[in-house]
């Protein structure tokens, strides 16, 4: 640490001394190395992987006898690590938990290393007694560093609350390849993640099945659920008896919703989709023109960052309508990533202001996030979605009206419900719905608003 320092503020004068200590340190422990026990030589990995970063980082000149230092120093560790045989050397959390803070933050730290070592084993390759130095045969399996909120816990209470607000969907190496080889299609790595959102929401789930139920004639419709991901809505509806045809951008969503529609079959139940298929809701011919009573849009506008091509998933939606039938499509309000950084990263509005200004005016979330790729959403208000439908379809969609999915409990206040009975659920969803989602004071507070528009008989 202290040697990090010193790097960390070092001017010319004290270069030399502090590749010499650096040296001399690498010395004493190839020395030594051999009665160290497994704490010391974890530390004196880590210590070893930092030396090797400030000497690229430093673009530190040395002699040929300090090099080769270096590269013992590596053989060592390893010869010892596999002498020691601790293997698996980093332990997979998911799959062996740790029973204490403690137990965690030194399971923590070795996974940490462990991925440290594997990136500079990319750059550094050293073979010793004919195997290569390697922390792992198997790259993919290796796990990823914790979230920050995990790791910089500052109490085993704010360690234990950061742990039950959930695990990133990707744990391994092999998860954030797979993520890069997907760049543009989020809901591929989410999976599962995305068919338990709902669970979480509970609200915004029956106050949306309420507004569908509510805008639909009583018995059978059929209903084209565009963009449904893994079909909690088109289930939810085949379940009311509608006849729902689900489509997805995404294949691994699709895959699950497979999944629900292959166990409602193989149990000979009747409550199945009519058909689902992966497809883009900027395709004009996604599904046959004209013949659905509903067509529900919850989730493509998120992420059309064009107007013109929300314009486009809005006018496809309307074809597939009959005259009279109804078109359900959800919108992401600029206030929920508000709310939402506001709790998680506050700091983020100035540390990224450049980028909250152009955000807070266009709406558009345009950005690299590590682990999921190029990410592009779009986030709107109650004003522009009015002037949205006004300007483009004014001919030939009627809005019948704009609502808050969680009523007032957005900025998932709708997720302490999750817990609760069903019918303390229904009976919250019920007095958003019926009082607080579609005054104008209300709207406000909603992370997702639904716009109910009639296709024109024209
Ligand atoms: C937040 S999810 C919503 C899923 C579901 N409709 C719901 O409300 O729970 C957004 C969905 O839109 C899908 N999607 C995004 N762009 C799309 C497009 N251009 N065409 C079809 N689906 C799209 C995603 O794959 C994802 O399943």
């Given amino acids: 640490m202290r040697i990090a320092q010193i790097f960390a503020s070092r001017s010319l004068d004290i270069e030399p001394f502090l590749w010499r200590t650096i040296e001399s340190e690498q010395k004493r422990f190839l020395e030594e190395v051999h009665n160290y026990p497994e704490d010391d030589l974890l530390a004196a990995m880590q210590a070893h992987l930092i030396y090797i970063i400030m000497c690229v980082v430093g ?34 959390e998911s799959i062996n938990p740790s029973l204490s803070w403690d137990d965690w933050r030194s399971a923590e730290s070795r996974r940490r290393t462990a991925c440290v070592w594997f990136l500079m084993s990319r750059i550094v390759a050293v073979k010793s007694h004919s195997h290569y130095c390697t922390i792992t045969d198997n790259f993919r399996m290796l796990p990823l560093p914790a979230p920050k909120a995990q790791w910089e816990a500052q109490s085993e209470i704010a360690w234990a609350q950061a742990l039950e607000a959930g695990h990133p969907n990707m744990s391994t190496i092999g998860h954030l390849l797979d993520a890069h080889q997907l760049p543009t299609n989020l809901y591929n790595i989410l999976g599962a993640g995305e068919l338990s959102r709902l669970d979480t929401h509970p609200v915004e789930l029956l106050v949306t099945l309420r507004t569908i139920r509510e805008a639909l004639p009583q018995g059978p419709q059929r209903i084209a ?5 893994p079909g909690k809505y088109a289930f939810a509806l085949a379940d009311q008896g509608h006849l729902v045809d689900l489509v997805d951008l995404s294949p691994g969503l699709i895959q699950i919703a497979q999944f629900e529609q292959d166990k409602r079959d193989a149990a000979g139940e009747t409550n199945v989709l ?36 929300r314009v ?4 496809n ?27 998680r990263d506050p700091s983020r509005l100035i540390a990224e202001k450049e980028f909250y200004t152009k955000y807070l005016q266009d709406g558009r979330y345009e950005k690299f996030k590590p682990g999921v790729g190029n990410v592009h959403s779009f986030h709107t208000q109650v004003s522009d979605i009015r002037s949205f439908f006004a300007e483009n379809f004014a001919d030939t969609l009627e809005l019948m009206e704009l609502r808050s999915q969680e009523g007032i409990l957005g900025g998932s206040l709708d997720t302490a419900l999750s817990k609760s009975e069903p019918q303390v659920v229904k009976a919250w969803a019920d007095l958003m719905y019926e009082k607080y989602s579609t005054g104008e004071e209300h709207l406000g507070c909603a992370d997702h608003l639904i716009a109910v528009l009639k296709k024109r008989d024209l």
């Fill in 274 to 309: 009519q058909s689902l298929a992966v497809g883009n809701a900027l395709d004009p011919d996604i599904l046959q023109h004209g013949i659905y009573d509903a067509v529900l849009l919850l989730g493509p506008l998120y992420h059309l960052v064009e107007e013109s091509e």
């Fill in 225 to 229: 659920d565009v963009g449904g991901g």
């Fill in 312 to 315: 486009n998933a809005v006018a």
């Fill in 59 to 92: 673009e530190a000149k040395h002699s040929q006898n300090w090099n080769q230092t270096i590269l013992l120093t590596f053989e060592a560790l390893c010869d010892q690590l596999k002498r020691m045989q601790f293997e698996p050397f980093y332990r997979d």
């Fill in 317 to 343: 939606a309307a074809r597939l309508a009959k005259p009279n039938g109804v078109l359900f499509v959800a919108f992401v309000s600029i206030s929920a990533h508000l709310r939402d950084i506001a709790m």
